[in-house]
């Protein structure tokens, strides 16, 4: 039978030297994200400039899916407005669902490794973990 | 009766003769023989009627088996007699039907309730919720890093302690505890002593009499039955004066408005239509462990539990939770790998056809204690084969070089 691992050079590499697993400088904004199935959690912290991300880090203890999916996913989003984040999360959402286009996933770039999470459904809440706390971020944000 | 083979065992359960998985996650469930599944289909299909409430043919024979049922668990856990048996859904209710029925009614403020950091979370929140409820204090029983409950420990047992909560063998540590050391020592205090024994009734020869305890829980599924059957086993004199459980249909001698007397011991406990295709179920997988022995079954599962320790302990960056010595282990090995989340394990070995636990295993106050956030665990049944244990020593032994990690 075929192993389905995504557990690839790109993950790896993300897991074990994130690029922003750090603290940033005077964030507008710092959110613990649990995931309760496990128990890990992440501090994600976000600076804004007017409609723009203009710096994202987090910290905090997980396994390899949750650690690069985060990382990917601040790389992703550093530089871009809040609603190209959202357009970014809508896609990451949907390509976990199995429910994204090919060109929508390329869209994702590195983040698109983790599209073979919709064949592992225990693992999906720890590949989100650091979506859904941007997510939430963003809607306090808005509010 | 001469011995049966272990692959002709293995054969008898569908599931694992026809799936290529490496299922080593037996202390969550176990898979199911055929016996078992058909015994459970014959009273569907020969037996089934309401037990108790009928005065025809077929519901005797439904009433008959389920009773049967109840003899062959009285038996194989040594009761005295079986209507120290009440059928429940499983170890948690078990368990959950002591802490309501006896715990809120006899205990006090002032009084100490003793429990293990190493239970479940299933023989931990009743207790808290009694100690809550009424005013009594939990007292935690502190086993040592290799999962040991020390002579010393056992202090904590005293003129206070009025309930003592103990696993008779520990999920994550997999190491029995001597449970009539405890009962011993409570009972010259006076305290009653709840044990769960989840995780030993499926793995060695349970005889409640000489452990001397006062409660048993555990559940059917881990031991080759369906889910949705467990049991409780209570002494006689505390079962009687204990309020019932839960209230309703066929747990009652007499019923009028401004007047309720409740049946005898154990029916008191059993409200509402009971499980009786489970219950027989039940009796055919312990049925079913007989024909095998206890011989085969726990000679079996120490081969496979010694080497997986002894396999682990030779690899690199893992270690185990709990003792280095395999005998300390009844059929249950948790590790870590440094630097792989147990998470990351768990899936890697899933993409290798390889079936094991990863988390806190409901063992949370235990994770607190030592001072881990999750763990891996491989758990095993007579039917594991030495081959699956080497196949999943090497994925392990792997695992770092998967994640980008020097060996």
Sequence with gaps: M???????EILTDHNLHPQHKKKIENPDYVLEGVNPSCGDDIFLSLRLSGDTIVDVGFEGDGCAISQASADMMAELVMGKTIAEAEHYMDLFYRMIKNEASEEEIEELEEASVLQDISHMPARVKCAVLGWHTLEEMLNKHKA | MCARSLESIRGD????????LAYLDNAATTQKPAAVLKAMEEYYEKSNANPFRGVYELSEEATTAYEHARSVVADFIHAKRSEEIVFTRNASESLNLVAYSYGRKMLKPGDEI???????????????MVAEETGATLVALNPNPDGEITKESLSVIGPKTKLVAITQVSNVFGRPNDIAAITSL???????VVVDGAQSVPHMPVDVQALDADFLAFSGHKMFAPMGIGVLYGRMELLEAMPPFMRGGEMIEIVHWD???????PHKFEAGTVNAGGAVALAAAME????????TIMKQEEALTRRAVEGLLAIPHVRLV????????????TFLVEGVHPHDIASILDSKQIAVRAGHHCAWPLMDYLGIHSTCRASFAVYNTMEEVDR???????????MGLPD
């Design chain 2, 322 to 333: 709990g003792s280095e010595d395999p005998s300390m282990h009844q059929g249950i090995v």
């Design chain 2, 259 to 265: 007047r309720v007397t409740y049946a005898p011991v």
């Design chain 1, 2 to 8: 075929a192993e389905r691992t995504f557990y690839n």
């Design chain 2, 13 to 20: 359960f569908p599931l694992i003769a026809s799936h290529p």
């Design chain 2, 186 to 192: 409570a009972h010259q205090y006076g305290a009653v």
């Design chain 2, 114 to 128: 003793v429990v293990s950091v190493m239970e479940h979370h299933s023989n931990f929140l009743p207790w808290k």
């Design chain 2, 392 to 402: 999943f020593l090497e994925a392990v032994a792997g695992l770092r070089t998967a």
């Design chain 2, 288 to 295: 079913y462990m007989k024909s095998i022995g206890w011989d």
